[in-house]
């Protein structure tokens, strides 16, 4: 387990990158940080490495506090964004690497390196150096070179960024199979919230050197704590709208909708994902719970299209099936589909409407 507690990092000039965080990382856990570029995540990484030094604050692994230990003795192994191979090695030199600081010997870390190397599919590549590899063999081998070190925690800052989109899916799928049958826990930094979806058990959504909100990728995807979560969690933004709670009417971008009990009258934010809402190029006869507007952009997801409505000065976007998209400058109505949708007052989650 990884125990952070009070951790905050501040930089010079006051710039305050971790503040007063408190987060526990379970044992055997994929966990994902997960955030906009300059939220402190890759900085909590480094922290928890021990290549960054907290202004305040502890870091826990494995029941040890070692906040004043440095790297080689938390029994960590990072994987970097650009891999940082040794390219005057060969690929076994750089698996075998950390076990050499180790003091194993030649004979054990090579025999090491060519059984990791193995299970990663590296074996033909053992005498070749950084230079002459892919960028998706670059990352089997830092990977090959964390494994070997057997250690307690893996760290990795976004080792899948330059990977080409195929070449990212193969690796997301191997590196979550990988981490299974390790029973490592891994910490895993990344803006990609597809890929934090995808790969972790938990996430942590980070913004401002804090933690927004900590959960399951479906609590995360389907209750978003506050606007800035739904807004940033899924491949196609939440549409975040204006409304208002009038004498039992929730009004949103010209529709009246029902308003869930307890709510008191006053302004809301209603959210509301493209991908649950109905869209029709027919007016719906004698309802006032659908948005009207007017086709202004299509967008070619594939195997769907999302298609932004202008409904005054709102932008609203909905998803529809490939072959039902409209066409721009039509007229549309978007309903939401009944109980897929989120109210927030003060940027607080209160209730599905």
Not at 42 to 66: C, F, H, K, M, W
Not at 86 to 110: C, G
Not at 179 to 203: C, K, M, N, P, S
Not at 339 to 350: E, I, K
Request: with cysteine.
């Amino acid at each position: 387990m990884i125990s952070l507690s009070g951790l905050t990092k501040e930089f010079p000039g006051g710039v305050r990158a971790i503040d007063s965080l408190d987060l526990e990382i379970r044992d055997g856990e994929f966990f994902a940080l997960l955030g906009p570029s300059g939220c402190g995540k890759t900085t909590l990484l480094r922290t928890i490495a021990g290549l960054e030094t907290p202004t305040s604050g502890n870091v826990g692994i494995g029941g040890t506090d070692v906040t004043g230990l440095p790297p080689g003795r938390r029994d960590v192994a990072m994987v970097f964004q650009d891999y940082a191979l040794f390219p005057h090695m060969d690929v076994t030199t750089n698996i075998a690497y950390p076990l050499r600081i180790k003091k194993v010997s030649r004979a054990r870390r090579e025999a090491k390196a060519a059984e990791t190397a193995s299970r990663l599919s590296l074996s033909e590549l053992l005498a070749r150096r950084p230079a002459q590899l892919s960028g998706g063999q670059q990352q089997r081998v830092a990977l090959a070179r964390a494994i070997a070190s057997r250690p307690q925690v893996f760290l990795f800052d976004e080792p899948l960024s330059n990977l080409d989109a195929r070449l990212r899916l193969e690796a997301r799928t191997f590196l979550k199979r990988l981490q299974r049958e390790l029973a490592v826990t891994t910490v895993f930094v990344t803006h990609d919230q597809g890929e934090a979806l995808a790969l972790a058990d938990r996430i942590a959504v980070m913004n401002a050197g804090r933690i927004t909100q900590v959960g399951t990728p479906s609590e995360v995807f389907h209750r978003p704590a506050d606007p800035f979560v739904a807004g940033f969690i899924g491949s196609t933004p939440m549409n975040l709208l204006p409304a208002s709670a009038e004498g039992g009417e929730l009004h949103v971008a010209g529709a009246v909708l029902p308003l869930p009990r307890d709510i008191p009258d006053g302004p809301l934010v209603y959210g509301l994902r493209p991908e649950y809402a109905d869209l029709s190029q027919s007016a719906p006869v004698g309802r006032r719970d659908a948005f009207s507007g007017k086709v202004a952009v299509v967008e070619n997801l594939g195997t769907a299209h999302l298609v932004t409505l202008e409904s005054g000065d709102l932008l609203i976007q909905v998803v529809v099936p490939e072959g039902d998209e409209p066409a721009v400058g039509a007229s549309a109505w978007a309903a939401p589909r009944p109980g897929r949708a989120l109210l927030y007052r003060d940027d607080r989650l209160l209730t599905g409407a």
